[in-house]
């Protein structure tokens, strides 16, 4: 019986004529499919070459060109005065009077304060009356010298009017010794009198010092006494006044770095600002840089002082400053951007450049590996510093020879490079 079934079963396919059909179907599925697969890897192609392509160094430029340098050295530091002096007391005392305020201008010899004269000048009394005394006793021992004398030469007339026979030796020896005891007291009595006159002048000059005296013209700075204070100067002179002999004068001491002291010389201009005038450059120039060493925070610098003219009294002492100092300048001259003598170029990695990854990106057809970048080109021989230039749209390098720089351009004093020229200072990929 089953046989029969398949018999008829087939006899119906027969007749009915499915079975071409059926075959027919199969092969048109499997064209289909062959042709999504072509257009599936012709879509892989493409997107693998658009990325490749995408992923081209694109070079960033800047314009070789002729303009001023100006090259400075910055340093900081505080206005100080030309010449300041710092008044004080040799003698100990009560401050009696002061007679001067911080700001006001004083004279040479113009008294600031005054200490209790009382002691001295008691001082000076009793140096007087010693002076006398001394005096006195020049007198007296003249007048006794002088009776010496004339005993001596009364007793020498008889002598020679008795043959010698009076008076006796001895009388004559003790006559002589009379009159030299008393020349030896007029001797001391003057030695005296000098001495004392010594000691009233001492006491007169400490007079004199109990009034305190401006040394120089000036502004007075600082006032450190007050009346009634007691000044002591037994181990150490005790400073009371401060005072700038001249503001209109006056110096900037700034501290050089030991990278840039070997740029900054004698003579050379600067300008400086200061907070109380932020908006506001002060001309100045320097009058000496040190040799000698300052170490803060292991950090060395060097003292370097410049003159500054402050007529206008704007500037003050102790202000602190910010010095640039003008090293270098440098008229029509060509720069180049420092970041173009930095860049250097570097060959494509294509490893890198490949894309897809795992079993699929194994079975998907890739596009023809390209050629290794060549490198670029170059026109220098030797050392020394080098710019690239695009030629051909591949990197070109320049030997050029340099000159001093302001941190951003750099003088080029020899080489080829000419205005208007392009120079590399970066590259980056594209992103699309």
Do not use: C
């Amino acid at each position: 019986m089953s046989n029969a079934s398949l018999s008829s079963g087939t006899d119906i396919n027969t007749i009915l004529g499915t079975a071409g059909t059926r075959a027919r179907f199969g092969r048109h599925l499997r064209w289909i499919g062959i042709l999504l697969l072509i257009l599936v890897g012709a879509a892989a192609y493409l997107s693998l070459r658009s990325g490749y392509h995408s992923q081209a160094p694109l070079y960033e430029t800047e314009t070789v060109s002729r303009s001023n340098l100006v090259v400075t050295v910055s340093a900081t530091g505080t206005l100080e005065p030309t010449n300041q002096v710092d008044v004080g007391s040799e003698l100990s005392g009560l401050v009696e009077t002061v007679l001067a305020e911080e700001n006001d201008r004083v004279t040479q010899g113009q008294v600031l304060a005054r200490l209790d004269i009382s002691k001295l000048t008691d001082e000076i009394t009793k140096s007087q009356a010693t002076l006398a005394s001394a005096e006195a006793k020049v007198l007296q021992g003249t007048a006794t010298a002088k009776e010496a004398r004339a005993n001596l030469a009364r007793l020498r007339a008889v002598s020679r009017l008795s043959g010698g026979k009076v008076p006796s030796k001895a009388e004559m020896e003790t006559a002589e010794a009379t009159l030299a005891r008393a020349d030896a007291d007029v001797a001391s009595a003057r030695a005296a009198v000098s001495e004392a006159r010594a000691a009233l002048s001492s006491n007169q000059t400490n007079l004199s010092k109990a009034s305190i005296r401006s040394p120089i013209n000036g502004v007075v700075l600082k006032r450190k006494i007050e009346p009634g204070q007691t000044v002591a100067a037994s181990f150490e002179t005790p400073v009371l006044f401060t005072i700038a002999e001249d503001l209109t004068q006056m110096e900037l001491q700034v501290k050089v770095d030991e990278a840039d002291v070997g740029q900054v010389e004698e003579g050379q201009s600067a300008t400086f600002t200061v907070d109380a005038y932020p908006t506001r450059k002060f001309p100045a120039r320097i009058r000496r840089v040190g040799f000698g060493s300052q170490t803060t925070d292991n950090v060395v610098t060097y003292k370097t002082i410049l003159t500054v003219s402050n007529d206008d009294l704007s500037l003050r002492p102790g202000m602190t400053a910010t010095a640039e100092i003008t090293t270098a300048q440098r008229e029509n001259v060509l720069l180049v951007p420092n970041a173009a003598l930095r860049f250097t170029p570097t060959l494509d990695n294509d490893s890198n450049q490949k894309s897809g990854g795992g079993i699929i990106g194994s079975l998907l057809p890739h596009p023809p590996e390209p050629q290794a970048r060549k490198p670029a080109a170059s026109a220098a021989k030797g050392g020394g510093q080098r710019a690239w230039i695009l030629r051909d749209g591949e990197p070109f390098a320049m030997d050029v020879t340099v000159g001093v720089s302001d941190g951003r351009f750099t003088e080029v004093v020899g080489g080829g490079l000419e205005p208007g020229m392009q120079v590399i200072t970066d590259v980056r990929v594209s992103s699309k």
